[in-house]
């Protein structure tokens, strides 16, 4: 062990994040790892195979370290949790097969050049060469699909057809737009830095996969939905670090969506009492001029603003937050992004800020109502403050913790906790603001409901009703389009956001069931340390220790607040 690090423990977990970070340099540029952004990753079946025998020799060595206090006993537990879960999918090439619009090789592709410096000539270089690279990756990566189609593991026509039409989009020029817009940033000509050729070479990359999907994979995609149970769990486990009762867990999502439906219509009923359904009152809001943003400008500038004034609001109150991380940027998602806003976090360093990116698909008017606690959820208090204060943790989270523990039912859990929160400390005092919290707390509702539905092939719930133009559906089995009408009438999503929805549920298993399962523990344990605790319980004490624990699986962290003491 060298002087630079606490433990064995912290060394190694330095190590992985190198392995990473070499093997993957889309993960590298994320996680402000230097000398990778020039690269794009091998996605062939060999290099797959590589990565799961260098695992699971990864989890072999982990297992021998003996940790030396309480930091390195978590430290080694996340390595241990998050390692094994990705050897679990890696095993079952659910990696490989498991694709759609939202989650594949080339949207990571195409984000990742979002995420690197444009500012000087050397970065024009560095952003030329990984355009040259994109040809080669996605070459790589139809050496894998060949290789899902052969064993007939390819997903259903949908992923592959969205696939399809975003490499197209895509194809149209979203690359050489991307090399001119940094040969101006980065103030050198566009053509004699080999931006443009460069740019023009990965679109044609592009437009030849689209085709070469189009021809080759969906002719033989498969026809089957839903992953099935077994699948199903595997994910599950991933995506929240713990094993949760798939049909305990259906039966409560639908009690908390009906929780959720009854206050939104009982609000309905205040601010239109002439409707007749939810619909009816958000296209109430919707035509609200002063509920508007005119403008991807003015959107930007709101956004911006809306989290600065959140952190504002909540410092020194409800946090404190550190002065590194009280800016949070906001940009327009990439054309042929999926419907949803999100989020990436900080570079290492903080030389890159956060991030929220909208995907604006194509409109200029914005109804803020359907957005405000949207951004608590990205912004502050929810990931940026989460991501922010595990960067900055050197002293008590390992390596990898900090840049590559991310659990999806520990932060997405948080960030919808977060929207709860605003919520509890007054900040949707307007009706219309709080409908639109709502219906995102009814979409993650609604999530566990068509997500294990879909999945499971499960009959919708006996009290169901009708659900649109398809009649009564109560104790029908799931279907796609039962899906996009619940998420339609009772969570009051556009349709083409409920659409978008529903083929991300069904190309990313259990993914959607993270959020409320998370939520749901995060209540917990707050519960059972107010009751635990009495008088000594602090809100703000319980946000600063549960935020420093960082990113954790459930089962993880649960037992880590079971023996919280109070203290910040």
């Known amino acids: 062990m060298t002087a630079a690090f606490r433990s064995e423990v912290f060394e190694y977990a ?64 996340v390595l241990l949790e998050r390692l094994g879960a990705r050897m ?12 759609s619009v939202i989650n594949s090789p080339l949207a990571e592709i195409r984000q990742v050049f979002e995420m690197m410096s444009t500012s000087s000539a050397e970065d024009a270089q560095v952003l030329a060469a990984r355009l040259h690279a994109v040809r080669g990756s996605l070459k790589s990566w139809r050496n894998s699909l060949r290789n899902v189609a052969v064993a007939g593991q390819l997903p259903a026509v949908r992923h592959l057809q969205g696939i399809a039409d975003q490499a197209a989009t895509y194809g149209e020029g979203a690359f050489t737009e991307l090399a001119e817009r940094a040969a101006t940033s980065c103030f050198v000509d566009v053509e004699a830095s080999g931006l443009r050729a460069a740019g023009e070479d990965a679109d044609a990359a592009c437009r030849e996969l689209s085709a070469w999907f189009v021809t080759e994979l969906l002719p033989r995609a498969g026809t089957k939905e839903g992953c099935g149970a077994q699948r199903y769990q595997l994910w599950a486990s991933y995506w929240t670090g713990t094993t949760p009762d798939l049909d305990e867990l259906y039966a409560w999502g639908y009690a908390d969506l009906q929780r ?42 709101k956004l911006k603003s809306f989290t600065a004034q959140a952190v504002l609001a909540l410092d020194g109150t409800h946090f404190d937050i550190d002065p590194r991380i009280r800016f949070c940027d906001a940009r327009i998602a990439p054309d042929g992004s999926a419907a949803a806003p999100y989020y990436i976090g900080p570079s290492e360093d903080l030389s890159r800020p956060g991030t929220t990116w909208f995907p604006t698909l194509g409109e200029t008017t914005f109804s803020w109502w359907r957005h405000a606690s949207t951004w608590y959820h990205e912004g502050v208090p929810g990931h940026h403050l989460q991501d922010g204060t595990a960067i900055l943790l050197g002293d008590s989270l390992s390596r990898f913790h900090r840049l590559a523990g991310w659990t999806s039912g520990y932060g997405e859990g948080w960030a919808l906790y977060a929207e709860r929160l605003m919520d509890e400390l007054g900040f949707f005092s307007d009706l219309g603001d709080e409908l639109g919290y709502l219906s995102n707390q009814a979409l993650r509702a609604a999530r566990i409901v068509v997500d294990l539905g879909l999945h499971l092939e499960l009959a919708a719930p006996e009290d169901l009703g009708t659900l649109g133009d398809l009649g009564d559906c109560s104790g029908k089995t799931w279907t796609p389009e039962m899906a996009v009408a619940l998420l339609e009438e009772w969570a009051i999503q556009d349709h083409e956001t409920s659409v978008s929805e529903v083929d991300r549920y069904l190309g990313w298993p259990a993914q959607a069931i993270s959020y409320k399962v998370g939520e749901r523990v995060w209540l917990e344990a707050r519960a059972e340390a107010q009751a635990r605790l009495g008088d000594a319980f602090s809100l703000k004490s319980f946000h600063a220790y549960a935020l420093r624990l960082g990113p954790l699986g459930l089962d993880t962290f649960a037992e880590e607040l079971r023996n919280w003491d109070g203290r910040p």
């Open 14 to 77: 330095n190590t992985v994040v190198e392995w990473m970070a070499a093997t993957d340099p889309m993960f590298a540029t994320g996680a402000g790892v230097p000398g990778y952004d020039a690269l794009l990753p091998d996605f062939s079946s060999d290099s797959q195979r590589r990565v799961g025998e260098e695992l699971m020799n990864h989890l072999i060595a982990i297992d021998g370290l003996q940790p030396t206090d309480a930091i390195d006993r978590v430290a080694r537990q």
């Open 88 to 99: 679990a999918l890696q095993s079952f090439h659910e990696l490989e097969r498991s694709i």
């Open 260 to 301: 959720i439906r009854s206050r939104m219509l009982e609000i309905a009923a205040e601010l239109t009492p002439a409707a007749s359904s939810l619909v009816e009152t958000a296209e109430y809001l919707d035509a609200d001029p002063a509920r508007r943003i005119v403008g991807v400008d003015a959107l930007l500038a």
